[in-house]
């Protein structure tokens, strides 16, 4: 085979490759929100009052910016860490692979090192606002003593990445990502496992009505839990988790503590239904497959100029590569994200059919978290993994237009 | 007098890097799950063991092996949890990777059959011994709250004391696991004089010290008295 046909080829491949993978995204992206829904423009001040938006307004604020400290300070710290992390060689006896996760482990600890001041101002900030019970303190040594195991699944990534580039050289990515996939998918399957879920005390009818509402919703029997998180905050949340047998929703001791109503809490409930009914944990799978393999390409790439993934040496630029990849992806992770959770919020609409219930829970939202209902447009683009209450409420507006309510 | 056939080579600087010390105990972590694995396999190759030197009169050489290279492990991990050397081990216990190294005799020993059936029995006075041993070891050596890592995360140094503290408790407790899974037939020895050789690199001695034991004990004259106020350490010590 000629080079030009060797080109040739290589490049018929990859456009197949690349047609499949703009093929399966928009697979992925579609949802059963109507097109051409148009969410009217909602009057927040008048839900909520002037006077919880602008403390939503102050607290969103100053909270994103030590969210912004948080997105690109470890970009700084890791671009650093690639140009002279190579120097903590010397402090390794370990052969290249030991070698690595050491490397590995002190980028993440140095990282970990430069966040703390940011940390400890977002605590400040949170405590300020009575969302987090926990103190600086039990921060420092929580997130410390956290630091463990993300070493233990930095060395498992590392042992997997310079494993691979040992056996299959440049190759590595190829049977690392599906590792990847593989790794993911076992983690969602854990998840309620060790969550740490409780039954739900004390909200018989709740857990009635989500038996009605998985039947209505065709998701058969998915257990109704609770997470104790009281003592670290006063945050209200919920999650669908779980794979098959697995599955799961857990709400928030938070969510259960007379804040919210039942008809409010069933809205809940439907909502993280609906994320079981359209897969949507499998569809996230999916998603991060599609970004795993290009990604792990990318990260082969670029380590080359150190000697690739084989040697330790190439380990903190594959670090900061990693997270630098992972931040640029960001957006559209989220905006992935954001139409999943619209989705869930249009199908708890269609079984709940309350949109008092739902329009007084997107208002409680933003009275118990303070989170701004209408942030700047970079928020959702960096942070939003939800669309905002205010959309939120557009929403269920439209809905009501659209069902005559 | 040195002779033991489980030796702690210690060749170690003394030179700390405070940010391996202060993160020590969460480096220790895939190292601390590594042992606890292996350490699963050594038990049940111990019973095998055990049952063949019963019925051959000495263990199996392929067992011996397995079981001294966890050992060397073992010893080379504890050695950096306890502050006793600077570098981040190696995950397969290989000789000659680490400035403190464990000897071990390789090629099985012929053992008396009485003395390898009541082992375990005649282990006994040894946990006496390792708590004696061990207990201030670790109330000065480990990691975070201990007169050792305080010491190290200031001067960016082990004190030499700490340090032979350190490394005595790990040689003994490695004296008593070669004797319990029947690497050695030779009684653990209490005394910080027998078996172990500071400043003495074993990374050139490695093949011939760990495919005939014996020669560990033919170690450089002034490495013999580790007591010795002075005994050759790395240039840096100078």
Redesign the interface.
């Given at each position: 085979m000629t080079k030009s046909s060797r080109r040739l080829l290589g490049l018929l491949i990859f456009g197949a490759l690349a047609v499949a993978w703009v093929y399966a995204a928009s697979r992925l992206w579609q949802t059963s929100v109507p097109s051409n829904l148009k969410l009217p423009k909602v009057d927040m001040r008048a839900l909520v009052g002037s006077g919880e938006l602008h403390r939503a307004e102050h607290f969103s604020l100053v909270l994103d910016l030590f969210g912004l400290a948080g997105l690109f300070l470890p970009l700084v710290v890791l671009a650093l860490y690639a140009t002279w992390g190579h120097r903590?060689m010397?402090?390794?006896?370990?052969?290249p692979?030991?070698?690595g996760?050491?490397l590995a482990?002190?980028g993440i600890?140095?990282l970990w090192m430069a966040m703390l001041p940011s940390s400890i101002g977002e605590l400040w900030w949170l405590r300020r606002y009575g969302v987090v019970k926990y103190g600086y303190a039990e921060m420092v040594i929580g997130t410390?003593a956290a630091?463990?195991a993300e070493?233990?699944g930095i060395?498992l990534i590392i042992l997997i990445v310079m494993g691979f580039a040992r056996l299959l050289g440049k190759h590595w990515w190829l049977a690392g990502a599906p590792v990847f996939v593989g790794i993911a998918l076992l983690v969602t399957f854990v998840q309620p496992y060790m969550a740490g879920l409780q039954p739900v005390e004390g909200h018989a009818t709740l857990v009635q009505a989500e038996k009605r509402l998985a039947k209505k919703e065709g998701v058969g029997n998915i257990p109704l839990k609770e997470e104790n998180v009281s003592s670290l905050t006063t945050a209200p949340n919920a999650e669908a988790m779980g794979l098959g047998p697995s599955r799961r929703i857990g709400l928030w001791s938070t969510i259960l503590d007379g804040r919210f109503s039942e008809p409010q809490l069933e809205v809940v409930v439907a909502h993280e239904l609906a994320h079981h009914k359209h897969n949507d944990l499998w569809k996230g799978i999916g998603w991060y497959a599609l970004f795993v393999f290009p990604i792990a390409y990318l990260i082969a790439r670029v380590t080359r100029r150190r000697g690739g993934m084989a040697v330790p040496l190439a380990v903190p630029l594959f670090l900061f590569a990693w997270v630098g990849l992972a931040t640029i992806t960001l957006p559209i992770d989220n905006a992935f994200s954001r139409r999943l959770e619209a989705e869930a919020d249009w199908t708890a609409l269609q079984t709940t059919r309350d949109p008092q219930a739902a329009k007084a829970l997107f208002v409680n939202f933003v009275q118990t978290t303070n989170e701004d209902p209408n942030p700047p447009f970079w928020d959702p683009l960096l942070f939003g993994s939800h669309p905002t209450e205010e959309q939120r409420i557009g929403m269920v507006e439209a809905w009501q237009a659209r069902s005559g309510g | 007098m040195n002779e033991h056939p489980v030796t702690l080579h210690v060749m170690d600087d003394l030179r700390r890097?405070r940010?391996?010390v202060?993160?020590r105990?969460?480096?220790y972590?895939?190292h601390g799950?590594w042992l606890e694995l292996w350490g699963i396999v050594v038990l049940v190759v111990a019973v095998l063991n055990w049952l063949v030197a019963l019925v051959i009169g000495r263990p199996a050489a392929p067992f011996q092996r397995f079981i001294a290279a966890y050992l060397r492990y073992w010893t080379?991990v504890y050695a950096f949890l306890m502050l006793v050397a600077?570098?981040?081990?190696?995950?397969?216990g290989?000789p000659g990777?680490?400035?403190v190294e464990l000897v071990v005799p390789t090629t099985p020993e012929k053992q008396n059959r009485l003395k390898t059936f009541f082992r375990m029995f005649l282990l006994l006075p040894t946990v006496v011994v390792l708590y004696v041993v061990l207990i201030p070891a670790m109330l000065i050596c480990y990691p975070l709250l201990s007169f050792a890592w305080w010491a190290a995360m200031i001067t960016g140094r082990m004190p030499r004391g700490f340090r032979d503290l350190g490394a005595n408790a790990i040689r003994y407790t490695a004296q008593v696991g070669a004797y319990a899974l029947l690497v050695t037939g030779t009684y653990p020895c209490s005394s910080p004089y027998v078996g172990m050789v500071l400043g003495t690199p074993v990374v050139a001695e490695t093949k011939t010290a760990v495919e005939a034991p014996a020669a560990a004990a033919e170690v450089p004259a002034a490495a013999e008295e580790p007591a010795a106020p002075e005994a050759p350490e790395a240039p840096s010590e100078t």
């Open positions: 903590f010397r402090e390794s006896a370990a052969g692979i030991g070698t996760m050491l482990m002190l600890a140095i410390w630091l463990g070493f233990l060395c | 890097s940010l391996t202060f993160f105990y969460l480096l972590i895939p799950i080379t600077n570098p981040f081990p190696g995950f397969t290989e990777s680490y400035p």
